[in-house]
């Protein structure tokens, strides 16, 4: 092979290589939605314990689902439409929920009961919220959350 060839040989690999690591970057979006949005928001309680998180003011690609702690503030809003999973705190220890095709379920729980992870997969027409009575914990929808505790 000439020189020539060599370097472009090279050249190809290297542009290859470039595009499969852009590839495989996590992404910071929702996808589809074009936007920079993260598909969830955590409440910042580092200067408020009893601080909410802010329901937010995009548009989901599915609905926004809730995480109440002692029926006053909301620790965590999610994307159902995004999968992912999320862990907060309670009473008790830890829930890790697990968010997959528009649905999601207590995936592991600290607690002595585990009702809420015997629940199974809930979806945005379920009839029944997500209860973890130990951890003091409801998974619902923001439209009730809001109603809930009044923000």
């Not at 002595?112 to 929808?141: E, F, H, Q, R």
């Amino acid at each position: 092979m000439k020189k020539k060839e060599w370097i472009l040989l090279a050249v190809i690999a290297v542009v290859s290589l470039a595009a499969i690591l852009i590839m495989r970057l996590p992404k910071n979006t929702a996808e589809g939605t074009g936007t920079n949005h993260q598909p969830y928001v955590y409440a910042d309680d580092s200067e408020d314990p009893y601080a909410s998180a802010v329901l937010p003011d995009w548009e989901p690609e599915g609905e926004w689902i809730a995480v109440v702690f002692r029926s006053s503030r909301v620790v965590l809003y999610f994307d159902s439409g995004v999968d992912g999973e999320y862990t907060v705190h309670g009473n008790v220890g830890h829930m890790d929920i697990e968010v997959k095709d528009r649905k999601w379920h207590v995936k592991d729980v600290d607690c002595y009961d585990y009702t809420c992870k015997n629940m199974g997969w809930m979806s945005a027409d379920a009839l029944l919220p997500i209860i973890c009575l130990p951890n003091d914990l409801v998974i619902i929808d923001a439209e009730t959350a809001q109603n809930m505790t009044g923000g």
